[in-house]
């Protein structure tokens, strides 16, 4: 890219370093001092120029620049990665009782010394060691068994809350007591090495987020936000990790830099640029633990991130030391757990239900219990590997939680309880529902395991629910998942097609129904027998084929009968549309029960509107691409793509050359940053309304 900024190397030089000083500046304080004045599009701007004075002279961009967070290449694998000091984890504790005895315990062992206790919050994420060598981030890592894990740089670098390099002046060290300063700011300017470690984390907000777009394209959804992170830090491309927008926090700093309690290491790895739990407390008092935690319990809900528990360790790190360690775990700290939402049960039968698609999805069926206030009788177990991985017999006692704070899930089986009557549960060979045979599918993407689908495409189970799909995206709401299924026994309905043929007399005839309640169904089909184009795409229920992807058809096609006749390349060819939906749709057009289901639908009165009204061949976006980031002030993602769509622009969700415009809102992922590497321009909200409101 060429700038004219009439500027020489040396200027440039120095613009570049006040540039990465004021971005770091931004990032500590929307991250490490949680300011929420800080705005993204300032940051975006900063990071726009600095780019490209960096493209200008490639030999000035240093690798701890905030240039550098994207960019790295997919890896083949990962690489080993050594840890200086081993990475140990806590024992646990459940209840005060446990709790009692382990300060007694840890009292017996040191009855001279006085202590402190540090309470802090206990991230429910992933731990990760992070190395950094003359104040720059060199390595990142997982725990492994704890002397060695797996290299993660590339991804943590992607991380914004993750300094690339650490302050080491201290000059903004606000925080930092005089005589702690004091004591510390020698060591650390002369550490080579500085090693700090803490949790990787997924908000609960972008882990709802991202299980809607995980569904949305046909993918496996993440069973909770510690599976979500996990699952987006050992990505061996970065890009993925970027676009997953992880946070971390700080909570134990393994270089001896002087500090000499557990709350100077808070305080240090603050003042270094990390972000610290910001609830952690030193209490003087056994009974005062017991009080945060209940504290801590009352938040739990409220905070944005998920925690299983509160950590309370001997602040002294010298009595820290000298308690020594019990295995894998330090005796000096231990984790006092949330149980609430765990609790065990009796696995009594494994039931199969079949979905929309044919695929197969093994449910445990419990003996009821309360997990966290509420009574649990079912949990997924997703599939046959995840039914190997827990090893899991019917009859087999379990661990169950509510993760997520929702969704319940069995996380381990106790086989000391087992009798002896267990039984092997087995995905079944034939579908439950109509007998077809079934067979083995891999999914693609973040998929947990291989998914059993069934083979018959005329499945009733599969029919069920797609005539359960078809009814909700034409929104007749008057007809449920039990109407369907009493319709479907009575003989009154075979597919949806048969639903726009019912009259009222069909209904009032049936037992509870009555002449009021048929006469609302049947105004309500009337209502609904004309759709857009787009909705009756997606009412079709095509494989991998969501609401935006039907849009993106109708978009592209304008009338039903141009999409039948589109050959594999050319839905190939519309953005967003990988090639893998592509055939699918493809696909689905070309078989001929389908063809017939169509032709039905045309003969029972369902008219499709055209969809060519929703987008404006002259508006302002015309033939423009358009993406947009983080979210805006003034409107939701909904409304923006609408606005997109009637200004004539075409909503694409991934950036590339081909894109036009990158609008920027608040918070906004990788995307930002893709777009600036490409020389594609940028667009804060403000422009872009400007731009579709001239
Ligand atoms: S201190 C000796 N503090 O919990 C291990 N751990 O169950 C030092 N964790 O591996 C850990 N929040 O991944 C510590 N405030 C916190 C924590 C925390 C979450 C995780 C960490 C550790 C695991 C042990």
Not at 189 to 206: D, F, P
Not at 576 to 586: F, L, M, R, Y
């Amino acid at each position: 890219m060429k700038v004219s900024n009439g500027m020489n190397k040396a200027e440039v030089k120095i613009r570049a370093e006040k540039l990465r000083s004021q971005i770091d500046d931004l990032r500590y304080r929307y991250h490490v001092l949680d300011d929420p004045r800080v705005t993204d599009e300032v940051y975006d701007s900063l990071t726009v120029e600095l780019r490209q004075l960096e493209s200008q002279y490639p030999e000035l961009a240093t690798p701890d620049s905030p240039t550098q967070r994207i960019g790295g290449k997919p890896l083949d694998k990962f690489v080993k990665a050594r840890h200086d000091v081993r990475m140990l984890s806590l024992n646990d504790a459940f209840s005060e009782e446990e709790m009692r005895e382990w300060a007694a315990r840890i009292r017996k062992l040191e009855p001279q010394a006085s202590w402190s206790y540090m309470c802090e919050l206990k991230f429910d994420g992933l731990a990760t060691s992070l190395l950094y060598e003359d104040g720059i981030f060199v390595r990142g890592a997982t725990r492994g068994d704890g002397l060695v894990g797996e290299d993660i740089t590339q991804n943590l670098k992607t991380i914004r809350a993750i300094p690339l390099h650490l302050r080491l002046s201290l000059q903004h060290a606000s925080g930092l007591p005089q005589a702690l300063r004091h004591r510390v700011l020698g060591s650390i300017r002369k550490a080579k090495r500085i090693e700090v470690r803490g949790e990787a984390l997924m908000s609960k907000r972008t882990f709802i987020d991202l299980n809607q777009a995980q569904k949305r394209s046909g993918l496996a959804e993440f069973a909770n936000p510690r599976n979500a992170a996990a699952g987006s830090i050992r990505q061996l491309d970065p890009g993925i990790t970027a676009s997953r927008k992880l946070s971390w926090h700080a909570y134990q700093l393994i270089t001896d830099l002087g500090q000499q309690t557990h709350e100077e290491e808070h305080l240090i790895c603050s003042a270094l640029g990390f972000p610290v739990d910001r609830h952690s407390k030193v209490v003087a008092e056994f009974e005062e633990i017991l009080v945060f935690r209940r504290e801590m319990e009352k938040l739990r809900e409220k905070l944005p991130f998920e925690i299983d528990g509160i950590v309370v360790q001997v602040n002294e790190r010298r009595s820290f030391e000298r308690l020594g360690i019990v295995g894998k775990a330090p005796r000096g700290s231990v984790a006092f757990k949330f149980v609430a939402r765990k609790a065990t049960t009796v696995v009594e039968d494994v039931i199969v239900q079949v979905g929309r698609q044919g695929n197969l999805t093994p449910v445990a069926v419990m003996r009821p219990v309360k997990v966290g206030g509420v009574t649990v009788t079912h949990a997924s177990l997703h599939n046959q590997d995840e039914i190997k991985r827990l090893g899991l017999k019917i009859g087999d006692t379990v661990i169950i939680q509510r993760a997520g704070d929702v969704i319940p899930q069995v996380v381990e089986v106790l086989p000391k309880l087992r009798t002896g009557k267990e039984r092997e549960f087995r995905m079944p060979r034939m579908c439950p529902v109509c007998g077809f045979k079934t067979k083995r599918q891999i999914i693609s993407g973040d998929a947990r395991g291989a998914a059993t689908i069934c083979t018959n495409k005329a499945c009733p189970a599969k029919n069920l629910r797609a005539m359960d799909h078809f009814v909700n995206a034409f929104e007749l709401y008057t007809i449920g998942p039990k109407i369907i299924e009493r319709f479907k026994d009575e003989g009154l309905i075979t597919d949806a097609g048969d639903i726009f043929s019912l009259k009222k007399e069909d209904i009032e005839v049936l037992e509870r129904f009555g002449e009021k309640s048929a006469e609302n169904i049947i105004q309500s089909i009337d209502d609904h027998r004309r759709v857009s184009l787009s909705r009756f795409i997606y009412a079709l229920g095509i494989p991998h084929v969501g609401e935006e992807t039907a849009i993106d058809l109708a978009q592209h096609f304008g009338g039903l009968e141009k999409l039948m006749s589109a050959n594999r390349e050319e839905i190939d060819t519309i953005p967003n549309i990988g090639e893998a939906v592509a055939k699918s749709i493809h696909e689905y057009f070309q078989q001929s029960q389908n063809r017939k289901f169509l032709e039905k639908l045309k003969r029972v009165g369902v008219t499709v509107l055209h969809e060519a009204h929703l987008k404006s061949a002259t508006g302002p976006l015309a033939g423009k691409k358009i993406v947009v980031t983080g979210s805006l002030e003034s409107m939701s993602r909904d409304e923006a793509k609408a606005a997109v769509r009637a200004a004539g622009g075409d909503w694409v969700s991934s950036v590339s050359k081909n894109t036009d415009y990158v609008v920027v809102g608040a918070e906004p992922g990788s995307k930002a940053d893709k777009a600036r590497s490409l020389g594609v321009t940028l667009l804060n909200e403000k422009e872009f309304l400007k731009l579709i409101k001239p």
